[in-house]
């Protein structure tokens, strides 16, 4: 739906002369930061590698511009903005799970990361796997859609860096 909601916007843009139109900052950043819902709403359950354990509601606002075609004005609604509402569904998830089953995909990835970072997150990360963690336990499954945790963290610390939580606000985002 969000797909379709920006790239309406984009359609009734005025073309620019200088090419292929490409998305602006605000609508980039809508269609990129599914993985982070992912990877902190998401978790492996028996039933489905990807389940989402949380409810999300988003709003996009948009603002009307006056654009001339030729001799004529149009109104055309842009996209200005979103927001997101998150609603945990399954807090018990956290601190357990059934067998076959993993917690939220953040925790596996975040032992994924390089070390370096992860120490700078906590110096009790140094060096530990998802079996350091009695409330990650351990599970055989390391992959989400044929894409391991490595691969699925560097998305989820490009997104984070894309939307604004470099350096400090992303260690700090990851210590919570």
Avoid at 27 to 35: E, G
Avoid at 100 to 122: D, M
Wanted: charged letters at 25%; aromatic letters at 12%.
């Amino acid at each position: 739906v969000l797909k379709h909601l920006t790239a309406i916007h984009l359609s009734i843009r005025p073309r620019q002369e200088t090419g292929p139109e490409q998305p602006c900052e605000v609508v980039s950043k809508i269609l990129k930061v599914d993985p982070l819902f992912e990877a902190f709403g998401n978790a492996v359950t028996v039933y489905n590698n990807n389940s989402s354990r949380f409810g999300k509601f988003t709003s996009l606002y948009y603002e009307k511009e006056d654009v001339a075609f030729g001799d004529e004005i149009e109104s055309v609604y842009a996209v200005a903005g979103s927001t997101f509402e998150t609603y945990l569904l399954e807090k018990a998830r956290v601190i357990s799970h059934g067998q076959n089953e993993r917690s939220y995909h953040i925790f596996y990835q975040l032992l994924c990361a390089p070390e370096e970072f992860k120490t700078s997150v906590w110096d009790g990360l140094k060096d530990t796997t998802q079996e350091s963690f009695s409330y990650l336990g351990s599970t055989d499954i390391d992959n989400i859609d044929d894409r391991c945790d490595a691969q699925c963290w560097e998305d989820v610390r490009s997104t984070l860096e894309f939307v604004g939580f470099e350096g400090e606000r992303m260690i700090s985002l990851m210590k919570v």
